[in-house]
């Protein structure tokens, strides 16, 4: 896999989470993925400001944003075969940066999601393909 080379599983709360370092400024990360995900016809779903939602409750956090994204061509065949797979579709990715210059890109692994939900392996391929223009777009 293509992010293989660039990706590390995170040693977070859970398995599955691939964690890139961005080459670009925040804003231009988030930027970039957008713009990926729109040449490549992949639809994004919502864009939510972490960081904004926290300052609405009172609360300071480092730019943080979440990007629902997906294409049904490539999700409804996953959840044709495992309804509950819609629990992890649409697709996220997760853009922050911990300290000034420092951002990072998460997302869940597509192996992690096909063995979470007892997938087949031959549906690996429909989500494969964005972690590679995830980290395309992060190196570039």
């Known amino acids: 896999m ?21 080459a670009h400024s925040f804003l231009d990360t988030v930027r970039r993925l957008r713009d990926a ?14 960081q904004a939602e926290a300052l609405t409750a009172g609360l300071a956090m480092p730019p943080t944003t979440l990007i629902l994204f997906g294409n049904p061509k490539a999700g409804t065949p996953l ?10 579709l649409p697709l996220k990715v997760l853009v922050s940066e911990s300290s000034p210059g420092q951002v990072t890109v998460c997302f869940n692994a ?23 223009l995830i980290a395309s777009v992060l190196q570039t």
């Open 37 to 50: 995900f729109a040449r490549s016809h992949i639809k994004v779903f919502a864009v939510i400001d972490q």
């Open 110 to 132: 597509a192996a992690y999601i096909i063995e979470r939900h007892g997938l087949p392996a031959e549906l690996e391929p429909n989500l494969a393909s964005a972690e590679r």
């Open 79 to 88: 959840m044709l075969a495992r309804p509950r797979s819609g629990l992890d």
């Open 2 to 22: 293509a992010t293989e080379a660039l990706a590390h599983q995170d040693n977070g709360p859970g398995p599955g989470v691939v964690s890139i370092a961005s």
